[in-house]
């Protein structure tokens, strides 16, 4: 076969993947959505039915920076990062120390530059975790790995939750305590009104950095040699060893780019809710933004945006209706989505071959 | 005749497997103060643990049947454990008022509460099992946890169930489901796990088990975990043995979740949330995936450890001890303290072919 026939063979196979064969399904599925949000419309009105499409673009925009920073780290070495949700409660809490002194020095521009120390800080974290507890197990059972993401995960909650009082010298200074924390107001709340919608600028700013970090992270992967070296790990580790790829140093990276951008969520969140809960509060959101990324089909960028979104606003409208309903409807929304299609909305199914 | 040669010969087969469970089971009582040979040394607080630690056992068991044998990845056993649980309660709290019978109806309808609340988890497992068909790996693990969680959003909605049955008109039946009383927690119930009744029943699923992995039917499963296609062209039913390990592991999870319900005598949907099905998946890996021994070790040990770090004054760190020494672990052993070795009176001797 010549290299032009194989070209050709493989556009084919792409072509035939990407036709719509079954695009009476996607018909049905658009009407199904499209009739409840005429039923939600129509029992609660358009201006209501608005104001929760913005609280759910803010929710699913803090969804996407969590969910990107899961799937990148799955997309490479294949490992559920339980401990993900605690590197966003720890970048969240970092934010919250800075923010504390930045206002205590009246420094100008102080939300951007707790930002990026924050990221900076929590990269550094979650890199070295990955040196400790991920790097010794690489080629060992991939489910070891997941039990110590999961030890990982519980000692940086049960850690961090310890209380200042009771830890010895060196220790007290770094634990954050159980109790309730209010974040530093880094930006001023103004709220807007536009026909009757409520619009936060601290919502804004959500939705524009998470815009610029997703289109910072496309460029990385897509356009950079860095990049160029993780989408070479992520497919063929034992081909990368031999042209010469430093798998380690790729890897680690992602950890930092991956734990950086929890770490931008968690400010962001804290930002928009102006208080930390205690050490326990990246349980839930992690979850719901692994099971966003999963919903966007696992290892794919673009899917975990797309998930994430989707999961955001979803919930929004649910909560708005009763609030239990809200917690199920993501998982419901799961389920019937991975029936239908089993790798996720933009996720690759591949077929096993013997 | 026959039939006492037939037990004569069973004991002479498992006399030390006999031997051990009774040996325990009298240490136990003898510490308890039952058998009055030296003052009581367990109070109800080490007894209470002491059936978390057998409850456990039937948990991680049951879990290892899934994960372990058969390959597949599941992390939402808690939610069959929740269906258990309360099917069980709902039978001697609401449906009939078991504290007020005499001695052995009592136990006849305890034990008859604890079969349907493990059918009833088994049908829920057989529903799970059917998406195996088409998912397998991290997505199926997903689908598990979404389940798990479904089941505990459900029960927390009981109220809003209540007064939409209301609202059809169905009054009885939405006056049941009121009284599960989801988002306060099923309170009163009978303290009926006793000890002895705790541990029988963790001896037998061991034995289930044990003598279900050794079967035919075992064999199957053990196939599919090793290799999915070479066991298809082998003409096993790869869907039919998923869905029985499925089945039959959510059985005994609903049988263990009625036991608990009746040793804590307090129910809420939160007591079963991700965060517990996680604990099961911990000490199946720390025990070995594919080792009943494992299992049953990892699960006794990891019960005490947090209570025994509590009772040496190490309240403060205990959660902090517990998974340190989990990650570090994982790290010497990968694949768990006992890998997929047993006790050699778990397994059935062969007979010589000649």
Redesign the interface.
Known sequence: MTKKQLSDSINNNILTYNKLTNWKKYVIISIIILFFLFLYILSFGIQSFLQQLVNGIQLGSIYALIALGYTMVYGIVRLINFAHGDLFMFGAYISYFLGNYFIAHNFHYSFIIVLILSMAFTALLGMTIERIAYRPLRFKPRLAALITALGVSLFLENFFALSADNVPFPLNKIVFGPRFLAFPALIVPKTYNLAGISINNIKILDLIITVILMILLQYIVKKTMIGKAMRAVAFNKDACLMMGININNIISITFGIGTSLAAAAGTLFALTYGQLGSPYLGIWPGLKAFIAAVLGGIGSIPGAMLGSYVMGISETFATSINSNFGYGIAFVILIVVLIFKPAGLLGKFTKEKV | MKIIKKIINLIKKYYKFILITVLVYLLVEILNGTIPIVPRLLNRYYMQILMFALINIIMTVSLNLINGFTGQ?SIGHAGFMCIGAYTSAYFTTILFKAAKMAYFPQLTLFIFSLIMGGLMAAIAGYLIGL?TL??KG??L???T???G??VR??V??SD?IAAFLKQIGLVQYSETIAKISG?RGLSTIPALSKFWLVYFIAILSVIIMRNFIYSTHGRACLSIRENE?AAETMGINTTRYKIIAFSMSAFFAGVGGGLFAHVLRFIHPDNFS??KS?DY??YL??GG?GSITGSILAATGLTILPEFLRVINFQ??R??I???L??IL??RK??GIFGKREFSFLVPKRKEVN
């Open positions: 990845f998406p088409k998912l991290d997505y693990a997903i689908i946890l979404a389940f969680e479904i959003s459900i927390r909605a809003e988002p296609v991700f965060i996680i998946l911990i890996y720390a995936m403060q760190w959660m902090v517990y998974p340190l989990l990650i994982m790290l990968p694949e």
